[in-house]
Every structure is written in structure tokens, then in C-alpha cells.
């Protein structure tokens, strides 16, 4: 009986495989590999960029063949850290199933090139934009980075002018030596120019690793109006990731107002660690509205600092893992069309949920394992209707004993939010949700823009 039923599964497993194989047996760079290597490793396996080193040519892809076929079938590559069993986002780096099998296949037949006047040309990067020609370019202080392989966390500030107030529609972060850029957060402060006398007055870069209080930087950077009070502070307006385009919204969303005098604020720019000196000159494009803003991107968080506390409050002890939470009833129906949970070194997993008053839980995002160095801005592929009264739920675990490896305390100490200091070796639990008032509608706007 044992043996019989040995045969069959032996049978049912030769036949699932020969099927599979029948699809993909003949993978070959040309024709199979090479569109998937460009659309979804390129971008950042290229010259100056992240990746570190090129997939562009068949050699460098051949060469390579056993870590692309170990980081895609584990998952590492290309990175994107939120489970795509849960929900899946327009803005996505992920690669099918069936991509994963056709790399397995080809490389298992010792990377066979097919014909190779038929590989199809690699993919033009324009040098200035990846989005087209902006109407402004705002340079960043040019910085000297020291290779002394320490993480920098600095707030920036770039300063900028207009004759006349305008809406810009996107705005895209440029950088300029990627080997040390690492990821950028920046709000927009629109000064009142009546308070303002100089934009570009004051510190543009200060280092938030060893100063206590954001305000106190703020006054030294000339973030204030010349009588102590505050400009306008539009959060989130430009970020920025490895490999990861800037947000775009459909025509008249989104868009965000300047006035005559500006500046971004660096809330976060985080240059990574470095063998040798070198230099940063990134820059900034914007791109001006065509059409007239006819819907604001609102946000809330829940979390730290946020519209719903923290529960139990943010205190990890040394060696120990924790569970926290947040809830907020949900006051008015929204459309969210952006995802972003934010956590430091120490976060482990996160999810994010909500239950409306009647019907079934609604899936927002989930990541198994949270990375510090991948925090995405999510946007589903359309936006996600949510009913007044709903719950929305974030649940976060933080990982602070020696096994974490992005532990930044070695032994590991007791760490809290300390009321949102932002420092990175202090911790924050937020889950950031950009929305719009909800329209009849919303449920059909697509967000994914049209690949070109
Ligand atoms: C968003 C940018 C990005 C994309 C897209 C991307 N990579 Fe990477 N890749 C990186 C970075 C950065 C590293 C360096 C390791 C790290 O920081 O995680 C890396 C490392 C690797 C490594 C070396 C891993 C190791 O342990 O040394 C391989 C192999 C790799 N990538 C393959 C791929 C393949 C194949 C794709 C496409 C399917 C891809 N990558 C897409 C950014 C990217």
C-alpha cells in the first residue's frame, strides 16, 4: 500500500513538473530574461546607482546568475518589504511567480544567451529626471562626506524664490552620488514673505544625531518668520528611496502651494557609510500644474506624535521584544491613496488594518520583516475607500535584543520615542496615511500611472 501510494505521488510530481517545465524550459536571455532584469533590476543595478553593481549586459547578468537566482527565490531582490500575499501596491517592486520560475529554469540550464541580436536594447535613463523636464531645478547645499564609514542623519534646508505664487503638481528628488544617498524625507514651509526677510538666512545643514530638540534646530536653520512664528508647514512633500520614482498623482491632486518664499525642509536625509571622501551635490526637479488643484492630499498618523497614542507606551527594555498598537476611529469616510508605516532599528514587523462598522476587515499593508532601509511610501492601485466610524488598526513589534543586526546598542539598552525626538536610536511607532476627502467615484480612480 505504502509503496503504491509512493508511485503515485511519484507520478503526480514528474507530471506538475513537466508541465511547469513545459512553459518555461526554453528560457533564454533574450527573449525571457533580459525584460525582466530591465524592468525590475536595472533601475538600480546600473552605473552610479545603488545596486553596486551592473545588470545590464548578458555578462554581467550571466556572471552573476547564482546570487540573482538566490536573492529572487528567497525574496531579497528587488527589495519590497510589504507581504504581497496581503495586499499589492501600484507602485510595487516585485517579480511574479512566474518570472521567479523562468530565472530558475535559465539559470539551472547554465543561462542559455538565445539569439543575441535579438536582446532587446537596455533601457535609456535620462540623466536629469526620470519624469521629463522639470520647470524648476533647486540645487542641495553641496556636501563633503567624510569616508569614515558613519551614518549620517542630517536636516537640510534649500532655500527658493518665485516671482509669483505657484502650484507644483510633483516633485522629484535627484541625487547625486548614490553610492551615499540614502533616503530622503522633506517638508515644504511656505513663508509669509511680509515675516520673512531673508529665505536664506540661517544654518542649511544641521546634524540631528546630536541635537535635542527639533525646534531649537529649526531657529538655528532660519526655519522660523523673523518674529519667532511659524511658516506653513506641508509635511511629506518629497521623499525619496533607492530605485523608487516620486509620487505622482493624477491631474489636480495632490498638488501643493509655494509661495514667494520657500524652503524644503530635510526632515531626514540619511547619507550611508563610506570608505573614502567624496561629495553629495543632489538636486531637486518640480514640475508645475498644467491643470487647477481641484483636491488637497490630506494626511493623518496614528502613533507617535500622531491623532491616537501608542498603547502600551513606547518603552523597550533591553533584550526584550515588544508588541505595540494604535487605533483611531475614523471620523469621516476617506480615500487613502498612500501607505507609509514608519518605525527605526529596532522594528521587526508591522501591520496595518482597518474594520469598518459593518462588512469585512479591510487589508492595508502588512510587512513580515521590517527594514529600516526600505520605507516605502505604499500607493494602492486605486484609492481605498474607507467608511466613517471604521477602526483603523497598526500593530508594530520591535525587535531590541543582540539578534536584531540593525541593533544600534551593543549590549542593547532600554528605548523609548522619548515624545518624538525623530533621533534614529530612538524609536517611533506612526502609521501615515495620506487620504482624500472621499468623492463618489474614488473607488474607480486608477493611481498607477501608465508604464511608458
Ligand atoms: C530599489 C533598488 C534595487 C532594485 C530594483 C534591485 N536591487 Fe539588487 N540590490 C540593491 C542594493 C542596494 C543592494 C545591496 C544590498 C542591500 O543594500 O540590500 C542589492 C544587492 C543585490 C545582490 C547582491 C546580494 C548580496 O547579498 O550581496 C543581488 C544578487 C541583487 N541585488 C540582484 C538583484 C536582482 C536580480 C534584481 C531584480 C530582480 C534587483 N537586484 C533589483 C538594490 C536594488
Same mark, same amino acid.
Given at each position: 500500500?505504502?509503496?503504491?501510494?509512493?508511485?503515485?505521488?511519484?507520478?503526480?510530481?514528474?507530471?506538475?513538473?513537466?508541465?511547469?517545465?513545459? @512553459?518555461?524550459?526554453?528560457?533564454?536571455?533574450?527573449?525571457?530574461?533580459?525584460?525582466i532584469?530591465?524592468?525590475n533590476?536595472?533601475?538600480?543595478?546600473?552605473?552610479?546607482?545603488?545596486?553596486?553593481?551592473?545588470?545590464?549586459? +548578458?555578462?554581467?547578468?550571466?556572471?552573476?546568475?547564482?546570487?540573482?537566482?538566490?536573492?529572487v527565490?528567497?525574496h531579497?531582490?528587488p527589495?519590497?518589504?510589504?507581504? %504581497?500575499?496581503?495586499?499589492?501596491?501600484?507602485?510595487?517592486?516585485v517579480l511574479e511567480d512566474?518570472e521567479i /520560475?523562468?530565472i530558475?529554469?535559465?539559470?539551472?540550464?547554465?543561462?542559455?544567451?538565445?539569439? @543575441?541580436?535579438?536582446?532587446?536594447?537596455?533601457?535609456?535613463?535620462?540623466?536629469? @529626471?526620470?519624469?521629463?523636464?522639470?520647470?524648476?531645478?533647486?540645487?542641495?547645499?553641496?556636501?563633503?562626506?567624510?569616508?569614515?564609514?558613519?551614518?549620517?542623519?542630517?536636516?537640510?534646508?534649500?532655500?527658493?524664490?518665485?516671482?509669483?505664487?505657484?502650484?507644483?503638481?510633483?516633485? &522629484?528628488?535627484?541625487? =547625486?552620488?548614490?553610492?551615499?544617498?540614502?533616503?530622503?524625507?522633506?517638508?515644504?514651509?511656505?513663508?509669509? /514673505?511680509?515675516?520673512?526677510?531673508?529665505?536664506?538666512?540661517?544654518?542649511?545643514?544641521?546634524?540631528?544625531?546630536?541635537?535635542?530638540? %527639533?525646534?531649537?534646530?529649526?531657529?538655528?536653520?532660519?526655519?522660523?518668520?523673523?518674529?519667532?512664528?511659524?511658516?506653513?508647514?506641508?509635511?511629506?512633500?518629497?521623499?525619496?528611496?533607492?530605485?523608487?520614482?516620486?509620487? &505622482?498623482?493624477?491631474?489636480?491632486?495632490?498638488?501643493?502651494?509655494?509661495?514667494?518664499?520657500?524652503?524644503?525642509?530635510?526632515?531626514?536625509?540619511? +547619507?550611508?557609510?563610506?570608505?573614502?571622501?567624496?561629495?553629495?551635490?543632489?538636486?531637486?526637479?518640480?514640475?508645475?500644474? $498644467?491643470?487647477?488643484?481641484?483636491?488637497?492630499?490630506? /494626511?493623518? !498618523?496614528?502613533?507617535?506624535?500622531?491623532?491616537?497614542?501608542?498603547?502600551?507606551?513606547? %518603552?523597550?527594555?533591553?533584550?526584550?521584544?515588544?508588541?505595540?498598537?494604535?487605533?483611531?476611529?475614523?471620523? /469621516?469616510?476617506?480615500?487613502?491613496?498612500?501607505?507609509?508605516?514608519?518605525?527605526?532599528?529596532?522594528?521587526?514587523?508591522?501591520?496595518?488594518?482597518?474594520?469598518?462598522?459593518?462588512?469585512?476587515?479591510?487589508?492595508?499593508?502588512?510587512?513580515?520583516?521590517?527594514?529600516?532601509?526600505?520605507?516605502?511610501? +505604499?500607493?494602492?492601485?486605486?484609492?481605498?475607500?474607507?467608511?466613517?466610524?471604521?477602526?483603523?488598526?497598526? !500593530?508594530?513589534?520591535?525587535?531590541?535584543?543582540?539578534?536584531?543586526?540593525?541593533?544600534?546598542?551593543?549590549?542593547?539598552?532600554?528605548?523609548?520615542?522619548?515624545? =518624538?525626538?525623530?533621533?534614529?536610536?530612538?524609536?517611533?511607532?506612526?502609521?501615515?496615511?495620506?487620504?482624500?476627502?472621499?468623492?463618489?467615484?474614488? &473607488? &474607480?480612480?486608477?493611481?498607477?500611472?501608465?508604464? $511608458?
Amino acid at each position: 500500500m505504502k509503496k503504491r501510494i509512493g508511485i503515485l505521488i511519484f507520478i503526480a510530481c514528474s507530471f506538475i513538473f513537466s508541465c511547469k517545465e513545459s @512553459s518555461t524550459n526554453n528560457a533564454t536571455y533574450s527573449k525571457d530574461i533580459a525584460p525582466i532584469i530591465y524592468k525590475n533590476c536595472t533601475p538600480c543595478h546600473r552605473p552610479n546607482q545603488i545596486g553596486h553593481f551592473n545588470l545590464q549586459t +548578458y555578462t554581467d547578468v550571466q556572471s552573476n546568475a547564482k546570487a540573482i537566482l538566490y536573492t529572487v527565490s528567497n525574496h531579497l531582490m528587488p527589495p519590497w518589504p510589504a507581504d %504581497i500575499h496581503y495586499t499589492r501596491f501600484a507602485n510595487e517592486l516585485v517579480l511574479e511567480d512566474k518570472e521567479i /520560475e523562468l530565472i530558475k529554469t535559465w539559470v539551472n540550464n547554465k543561462c542559455p544567451i538565445g539569439d @543575441s541580436n535579438a536582446i532587446p536594447p537596455v533601457p535609456n535613463y535620462p540623466a536629469r @529626471s526620470l519624469l521629463g523636464t522639470p520647470d524648476l531645478t533647486i540645487p542641495v547645499i553641496p556636501r563633503k562626506i567624510i569616508g569614515d564609514f558613519n551614518d549620517q542623519f542630517l536636516l537640510i534646508k534649500v532655500p527658493f524664490a518665485l516671482p509669483t505664487e505657484t502650484y507644483a503638481h510633483t516633485i &522629484e528628488f535627484v541625487p =547625486g552620488n548614490t553610492n551615499v544617498v540614502h533616503h530622503v524625507n522633506a517638508d515644504i514651509v511656505r513663508f509669509n /514673505e511680509t515675516k520673512k526677510a531673508n529665505v536664506f538666512d540661517g544654518n542649511w545643514v544641521h546634524n540631528t544625531v546630536t541635537d535635542s530638540t %527639533i525646534k531649537d534646530a529649526y531657529q538655528k536653520m532660519g526655519m522660523l518668520h523673523d518674529d519667532g512664528s511659524y511658516p506653513t508647514l506641508h509635511r511629506n512633500a518629497m521623499n525619496y528611496l533607492p530605485g523608487v520614482m516620486a509620487q &505622482e498623482y493624477p491631474d489636480g491632486i495632490g498638488d501643493i502651494l509655494l509661495g514667494k518664499k520657500n524652503a524644503f525642509l530635510f526632515s531626514d536625509i540619511h +547619507y550611508g557609510p563610506y570608505w573614502e571622501d567624496t561629495w553629495d551635490s543632489s538636486y531637486i526637479n518640480i514640475f508645475f500644474s $498644467k491643470t487647477p488643484p481641484n483636491r488637497t492630499v490630506k /494626511e493623518f !498618523q496614528l502613533g507617535t506624535l500622531g491623532v491616537s497614542p501608542v498603547l502600551p507606551a513606547l %518603552i523597550i527594555p533591553a533584550d526584550s521584544i515588544v508588541t505595540v498598537c494604535s487605533k483611531y476611529v475614523l471620523p /469621516e469616510p476617506i480615500s487613502v491613496i498612500t501607505l507609509n508605516p514608519h518605525m527605526h532599528l529596532l522594528g521587526k514587523s508591522f501591520w496595518g488594518f482597518a474594520v469598518p462598522p459593518s462588512g469585512d476587515t479591510i487589508p492595508l499593508i502588512r510587512i513580515n520583516n521590517w527594514d529600516f532601509n526600505w520605507q516605502n511610501y +505604499y500607493k494602492p492601485k486605486k484609492p481605498i475607500v474607507i467608511p466613517a466610524g471604521t477602526v483603523i488598526y497598526a !500593530q508594530g513589534v520591535y525587535d531590541n535584543t543582540s539578534k536584531n543586526p540593525f541593533n544600534p546598542n551593543k549590549p542593547p539598552k532600554t528605548i523609548t520615542d522619548k515624545n =518624538g525626538t525623530m533621533r534614529t536610536t530612538d524609536e517611533m511607532f506612526q502609521f501615515i496615511i495620506m487620504y482624500l476627502e472621499y468623492q463618489k467615484g474614488d &473607488e &474607480e480612480m486608477v493611481l498607477e500611472k501608465e508604464k $511608458k
